[in-house]
Structures are given as structure tokens and as C-alpha cells.
């Protein structure tokens, strides 16, 4: 199989964030993704359970020859190898990679929808997807800098740069 472009979501809001996120991206590069571009790191409030720390969020672009089902495997894979436990939806988490998108690829399987079904809604996707491809389009053409501008206020979640964590953050010691 060829080399595919994917993006992936990378989260974390228990201590230490910016590790959590940088054993994150190793255990890509473990497991077959070639890193292309990694965004800056966002601060983000939590979206459903609110009770709980805010997020630190980025997205990385790379490229694999893994398929969609194998990658979404790995990365379940990287984020247990990480201290990701999954009893509480939405709970706090050590890592959450999620699989935004796979090429142009729409599918949905009982364990993967492609693109991810909450793209468009989430601010704290949004900002570093488009930070790392400006002119990004969903398979079915539309523009994700459109779905940034339409989110109105209510579906605005909190995301802004975290500062010490622009461009070269996973090489810093911020």
C-alpha cells in the first residue's frame, strides 16, 4: 500500500499535558506515521464534562501505509501505552489521539467514521488542523476555515495558543 495522508488529533488534560502529547507523537513515529507537520499546542476548555482540567490540544499531519481500521488499532494501542484509561466518556485522560482524517476517505465502521464526525464543531480541531493546512476541505469539498467562521458563540469552545508552545514546542522544554 502507497503512503496515505492523515491527520490526527492529539489531547491531554492530566499533568504532565505537553509530555502526555510529545509520547503522543514518538509512539506515531513508533508505529509507521512519517510526521510532516506538527501545529502549536492549544488550551482548551472541556467540552461535556466541564468538571474536570482544560485540555492542551494539537493536530499533526503525516503519512502512512497503514489502512484506516490498523492505524485507529495503533493509535488505541499508543494511547494505553500512555495511561490512557477508558471507563468515563469524556473523563480526563492522559492522551486522546483521535483520526480526523484519512486522505479524501468516507467510511463508517462500527470502530471508525472518517472523517471524524465532530470536526466541524470543534474549535479546539479547527484552529491547529487549519494552522498546519489552511485551505483544508472535508472529501465532500467544504471548507473547514467556513465551518471555523459559522461555529456561533454557543458551539465556540475556549482554544487559544499556548504561547511557549508555538511552532518547535516538541523540541522545547517549556
Not at 5 to 29: A, D, E, Q, W
Not at 123 to 152: C, D, R, T
Amino acid at each position: 500500500m502507497k503512503l496515505q495522508t492523515v491527520y490526527i488529533g492529539l489531547g491531554s488534560n492530566l499533568s504532565p499535558r505537553v509530555f502526555h502529547l510529545k509520547k503522543g507523537i514518538s509512539g506515531l513515529t513508533q508505529n509507521g506515521i512519517k510526521i510532516q507537520a506538527i501545529s502549536s499546542v492549544y488550551l482548551s476548555s472541556p467540552v461535556g464534562y466541564r468538571d474536570q482540567p482544560n485540555f492542551l490540544n494539537a493536530v499533526v499531519k503525516g503519512r502512512t501505509n497503514l489502512s484506516p481500521h490498523h492505524l485507529i488499532q495503533a493509535l488505541l494501542k499508543i494511547e494505553k501505552e500512555n495511561g490512557r484509561v477508558r471507563n468515563l466518556k469524556g473523563r480526563e485522560r492522559t492522551l486522546d489521539l483521535d483520526l480526523l482524517l484519512y486522505n479524501s476517505m468516507c467510511m463508517q465502521t462500527s470502530d471508525l467514521i472518517l472523517p471524524h464526525p465532530r470536526i466541524t464543531e470543534r474549535k479546539f480541531v479547527l484552529i491547529p488542523l487549519l494552522e498546519i493546512e489552511p485551505n483544508l476541505a472535508s472529501p465532500e469539498g467544504e471548507s473547514y476555515q467556513k465551518a471555523l467562521l459559522n461555529l456561533s458563540f454557543e458551539q465556540e469552545y475556549h482554544a487559544q495558543t499556548v504561547k511557549c508552545y508555538r511552532h518547535s514546542w516538541v523540541k522545547q522544554n517549556c
